[in-house]
């Protein structure tokens, strides 16, 4: 099958709710739907999914509503529209416990500084807007946004003209603003990076990504927003340049895999960040899986787990390796029975397996089926694919209270109305 045989596109409103206990799905209801889009954010805030954002055609179709899903009664509520920020995609969101902070991204024409506040309380329903003061980041989309248990941190990104090093802390016990500001231990400008919060020692980690110039970079830094400064990152040792790479944060350590470098290769080595030491720690390629980007990686709590992707043939594999970094070794994971290659899917951890789904196989399929592998068998059991949404990729998964829950995306469709989206996934409970 090729590109020529795609038939047009749309953006879907559809999702699944998978219980891995049972390999059953529910189908997420239609009634209340927010319309189907792309580049939205979703955050879970214990008992519901909050969908907000996105576009269904990028200059023309941006959103600025959204919709809170109850998996325990499978129904969505809309989110109001009054005093809701403007239409956006490709801003950030985070929870705090209370609200759903939203900032920053782009209407389609324009670099965005302004956000809200979502209270999702069914008696309040509200949103207030985040500050318009002092010390607003100036405009940006493709940021990173961590929140650090009282603030929310933005930082990077591109501004429509170039990548910037500037980032802020928002406040919202007292909605204001303070700069991250910029010393010499502040990073260079950049976007594709990662960041970590590292809730042992109070700072946020950012590393890698791509400058306005096209160097993949291997540099990075720590800002602490106790004492309101960032502090250096050792470059010794440290992984070369890269982009699209995947980190984890052990609980202290951020170790950095994979990826693409400056001369597109595909990357099969990493390194462990250790904050207390300031030092890096190179990770051993010995029995480690072949270098590859658009894989995904979870933290089990002693192990990090690298599955699927696309390796320098830049066809999708069906392979990973789980890396101890106490013990600095890779282990094989069984193919047997594994789910077919893939990109652009999603892994989520349970507490003892990892669940993979969707993703496209770099032919124009995309995929409604996955797998779940328990490390300590090494063994993969299929994921049913009754009542299963239909294929997607490039959505998101975060595993919560015993189910998955998968919603929106991309899929191109063969020979039929072709939908492009791009969807999020969530978890939370079900009644069986």
């Given amino acids: 099958m090729t590109a020529a045989d795609m038939t047009g596109d749309s953006y879907l409103n559809t999702g699944g709710v998978y219980e891995p206990y049972s390999n059953y799905w529910v189908g997420t209801a239609l009634t209340d739907a927010p319309a189907g889009r792309k580049y939205h954010t979703a955050v879970w805030t214990g008992d519901q999914m909050i969908v907000w954002g996105g576009t269904y055609h990028s200059g023309i179709g941006e959103l600025k509503d959204g919709g809170r899903y109850n998996p325990s009664g499978n129904s969505w509520t809309q989110t109001t529209d009054t005093n809701a920020p403007s239409a956006r995609e490709s801003h950030t969101a985070v929870w705090t416990g209370s609200e759903m902070i939203v900032w920053g991204g782009s209407d389609g024409f324009d670099y965005l500084d302004t956000g809200g506040r979502y209270d999702p309380n069914p008696a309040g329903d509200s949103w207030k807007a985040t500050d318009s003061g002092l010390n607003i980041p100036s405009a940006r989309d493709f ?14 990104g591109y501004d429509g003209s170039q990548f910037v090093k500037t980032g802020g802390r928002y406040d919202p016990a007292t909605d204001s603003w303070m700069p991250t500001g910029i010393d010499e231990n502040t990073p260079s400008g950049r976007e594709y990076h990662t960041a970590v ?17 096209g160097n993949y970079l291997n540099d990075g830094g720590r800002y602490s927003p106790g004492t309101y400064a960032w502090l250096p990152l050792s470059g010794d040792g440290a992984p070369i340049g890269r982009a699209y790479h995947t980190a984890v944060w052990t609980g202290t350590e951020m170790v950095v895999w994979g990826g693409i470098d400056q001369d597109s290769n595909y990357m099969n080595d990493g390194g462990q960040y250790d904050p207390f030491l300031e030092s890096w720690m190179p990770i051993a390629t010995t029995d ?29 594999v069906n392979d990973g390796g789980r890396y101890d970094p106490f013990l600095h070794s890779w282990l094989p994971i069984s193919t047997k ?3 077919t290659g893939r990109q652009n899917h999603t892994a989520v951890w349970t507490g003892y397996m990892m669940i993979v789904w969707g993703g496209d196989d770099g032919y124009y399929n995309y995929l409604n089926d996955g797998g779940q592998y328990d490390p300590l068998t090494d063994r993969w059991t299929e994921v049913s694919t009754k009542f299963a949404p239909s294929g997607r990729s490039y959505h998101t998964a975060v595993w919560s ?12 469709v063969i020979s039929t109305p072709a939908a492009y989206m791009n969807h999020t ?8």
């Fill in 337 to 339: 029975n594994a789910p």
């Fill in 401 to 412: 209270l015993g189910v998955m829950i998968v919603w929106g995306g991309l899929a191109i």
């Fill in 197 to 213: 919060w590292d809730n042992t020692d109070g700072v946020m980690i950012v590393w890698g990504g791509v400058d306005e110039y």
């Fill in 425 to 432: 996934a969530i978890t939370g409970w079900v009644p069986r």
């Fill in 288 to 316: 480690a899986p072949a270098g590859r980007t658009n894989h995904t990686a979870v933290w089990t709590g002693s192990e990090m787990i690298v599955w699927g992707g696309t390796d320098q043939t830049y066809y999708p």
């Fill in 143 to 156: 940021h990173t946004a961590v929140w650090t248990g009282s603030e929310m941190i933005v930082w990077g």
